[in-house]
């Protein structure tokens, strides 16, 4: 039975730094995609990153790239998405989710995604 249970999630002033994880059970974490989406009030679900498991690939959204790192500890079946630098905009609930299989073209396509966790909320406010 896949799991994805994400962790980490926190009220941070401006400017602050956290570290989510996804502790991933019932499949091989290396052998999957783990894709990091976020979900503001009253927007869409969009794609933040994601982390092929087989050759590494890694892909970020234009607004998160340079503050935002995507890793995987295939030891602890967990990946991780550091945040740094954070801004109010990046305020979100904040979801992992996974596929065996994915078209690189459509990585921050949520209908690709098979599985998903419940969510972590992500709160930038001073």
């Known amino acids: 039975q896949v799991q994805l249970v994400e962790s980490g999630g926190a009220l941070v002033q401006p400017g602050g730094s956290l570290r989510l994880s996804c502790a991933a059970s019932?499949?091989?974490?290396?052998?999957?995609?783990i894709g990091w989406f976020r979900e503001a009030p009253g927007k869409d679900r969009e794609g933040v990153s994601c982390?092929?498991?087989?050759?590494?690939?890694?892909y970020y959204i234009d607004s998160v790239k340079g503050r935002f790192t995507i890793s995987r500890d295939n030891a602890k079946n967990t990946v991780y998405l550091q945040m740094n630098n954070l801004k109010p905009e990046d305020t979100a609930i904040y979801y992992c989710s996974t596929t065996p299989y994915l078209p690189w073209s459509s990585w921050n396509d949520e209908d690709e995604y098979e599985y998903w966790g419940q969510g972590t909320q992500v709160t930038v406010s001073s």
């Open positions: 982390i092929s498991g087989s050759d590494g690939r890694i």
């Open positions: 019932g499949f091989i974490l290396d052998r999957h995609v």
